[in-house]
């Protein structure tokens, strides 16, 4: 009698067709053997990729049956639950899209694995904006800080991050929840910080714009990690993350916006003026946020890699490649 080929593990990535969900791809296809089936919306699927190891399926994950059907179609062994309606700035222009996309996405899916039956681990994808500003002695963030959620986004992921704990506790489904602090990376849309100024330097080399930059708040401090470092440990806490517990992702250092954009502006040859655009401004904004992935590191051995001054000229390359498409 022959001996039966072992099964490959299989994944599930919620919002496969987006920044982080593309390098999360990339990075899986890469350093495991799994089979891997990605979602995206809103538009169907025209073509596959060529890797035939992943697979693409358009999916609205508010229809409660279509998750499930996807679920069992797919029968994964982990699910990276990545997509979510994530611009602070969007969620306050209409708080209901948000909260409905990102919280009935999440209970779908988590509903579709219950009633699976299946042993499914699962990596819930919060966010350090759970924290909300910090106050005196406050910083750095860690998991046992206070969250004071400011904006819609954030109230959104508090009620993912506890719809994950829930499940757990009620149900013993092997959840992960993990708060990364902002990262940013090639790819990156420009309604984000880092690539918004990449993309107008850019713009503004290929004589696609006038040497004027628009930029918000110049005086805020965050802590980015490159998103590739993010997707590695997003693999790592799935894999070994302890279920019902959850992770800071950061690097622990704050980058002031002013100095990413000096850096950036120094790679360029161009004489760029810069004037502030109050559209830019967030209704609620933190002057200074940075978090401890101490508890994690222990958990894993993670910790960040790539400097970030690679990510920043690596972001600028690519947005200089985007604009001469």
């Known amino acids: 009698m022959g001996i039966l080929k072992e099964r490959k593990l299989r994944a599930l990535i919620t919002g496969a067709g987006g920044f982080v969900g593309g390098h999360l791809c990339a990075y899986l296809l890469a350093h495991t053997d799994w089979q891997l089936t990605g979602t995206v919306y809103p538009r169907p699927v025209e073509a596959q990729p060529p890797e035939p190891r992943l697979r693409l399926q358009h999916a609205d994950l508010r229809d ?30 209409d708080p209901w899209d948000t909260l409905e996309n990102n919280i009935r996405g999440e209970l779908n899916l988590l509903e579709a694995v219950r009633r699976s039956g299946r042993e499914v681990r699962v990596l819930v994808i919060g ?26 986004y954030a109230v959104s992921k508090v009620a993912q991050d506890f719809l994950g704990l829930q499940y757990h ?10 708060r990364p ?19 107008q330097i850019a713009r503004i080399e290929a004589g696609l714009q006038e040497p004027v930059m628009k930029v918000g708040n110049m005086d805020a401090a965050r802590d980015f990690s490159d998103v590739r470092d993010i997707v590695r440990a997003y693999h790592l806490a799935v894999t070994q993350g302890e279920p019902g517990e959850v992770y800071n992702l950061a690097s622990g250092r704050p980058q002031p916006v002013r100095g990413l954009l000096e ?18 401004y967030r209704p609620v904004d933190a002057p200074v946020v940075y978090g401890s992935a101490e508890k994690f590191h222990q958990q894993t051995g993670w ?23």
């Open 263 to 280: 850096t950036l502006l120094g790679y360029s040859q161009m004489e760029i003026r810069v004037e502030r655009a109050p559209e830019r």
């Open 64 to 93: 409660p049956e279509g998750v499930r059907t996807l679920v069992g179609e797919v029968r994964p062994d982990y699910i990276f639950h990545l997509a979510a309606q994530s611009f602070v700035l969007t969620s306050f222009a």
């Open 127 to 152: 966010s350090n904006e759970e924290y909300g500003a910090p106050r005196s002695g406050e910083l750095p963030q860690t998991e046992e800080s206070p969250l004071r959620p400011n904006n819609p």
């Open 181 to 199: 602090f902002n990262h940013t990376g090639p790819g990156q849309s420009p309604r984000f910080v880092v690539p918004a100024f990449a993309s």
């Open 303 to 325: 910790m960040s890699r790539i400097p970030f001054e690679q990510t920043l000229r690596d972001t600028l390359e690519y947005w200089r490649g985007q604009v001469g498409k």
């Open 169 to 178: 506790l009620a149900y013993g489904l092997p959840i992960v929840r993990v």
